[in-house]
């Protein structure tokens, strides 16, 4: 049989911000991609010029979120000192709309609606939804048993899972209560599958909850070795593969019959910074303190690992074919897919 050739990715570019890169976000068309860190530095590159743009200079407080709307035309970024910086993309140089204050808020988690220009962000023990088009505050959400750890569109409704202590609440009408997803401890991820068939929490207890979209009797995953603080999805052909970091350790599991399978990943040897699997695929990257970038074929098989690379946070161009990974030290680097059969270069 022919010798199938395995993917592998090479550096295209490289870059350095100012503190330890915290986030970072591509623009649906895959022609921008941008990254903060812990100086509260803010970044873009254009992936075809390779011209960057400094959006925002260290404050010495950390920007911990970034996101780009649905349509590319703004970014958006959040952090320690409550601001929320809005930029429009679409010139050169890109230009700040606005800037939202909250003294009083840490605001380490926002997203924006997957088909309209609302933006979601964490206020502490709420979640603040925000228009582009009248600059408005649509609407506060409380989440009261505590503050809000991770925030999640559905891809296809306009539902919102927040995640916190003792669950993940859904909002699908901002007038009426949410629905309560109840878990023991606290959720710390939130993650729809991006068919939006399932809802999944990573948990602090340590569990991994997955619930179906139209059920609330939930599959629970066991035996984590601590907190599950990354997941991750893929869908292709109908079969869903969820990937959770805890610790040092990955593990994929798939949907098989009633339940699920587990593969447990285990190159790595310090904890997991960062896992994603590329778009319409199953090949999964992660990233951890180790200072190991690894591949993943089919969500479990080793097929390449690169020592030397810290990778503190890293996102796929949803085109797939670049991937972006930051560092501890402020290095952030593109890497692309390539056709040559050694490895990583």
Known sequence: MPRVAQPHLGRQWR??????VTAIAWSPNSQQVAACDGAGTVQCLNRMTQQTHCLQTGTGQSVDALAYSADGHFLAAGGQDGRVFIWEMSGDPPTLVTCLENPRAWVDQLAWHPRRQELVFSLGRYAQVWEAETQQVLTTLAFESSSVLDLAWHPQ??????????????WQDWDQDPEIREISGSSLCVSWSPDG???ASGNLDPTLVVWPSDKTTPWRMTGFPGKVRQLAWSVVDATHL?????????????????GWEAELLDKHTQAVNA???QPNSTLLV?????DYLCLWQGGYKLIQAQKGISGSALA??????????????????????????????
């Open 316 to 345: 796929w161009s949803p085109d797939g074919q670049t991937l972006a990974l930051g560092g501890q030290q402020g290095e952030w680097q593109l890497w692309t897919q390539s056709s040559r059969g050694q490895g990583f270069r």
């Open 197 to 199: 068939q399932y809802l």
């Open 15 to 20: 870059g350095r911000l100012d503190d330890y």
């Open 286 to 290: 992660s990233a951890a303190a180790d």
């Open 157 to 170: 409704q306009d539902w919102l899972a927040v995640g916190g202590h003792q669950g993940v609440k859904i």
């Open 242 to 258: 969820l990937s959770a970091a805890s610790g040092s350790c990955v593990t994929t599991w798939q949907r098989e019959g009633d």
């Open 275 to 277: 896992i994603a699997f």
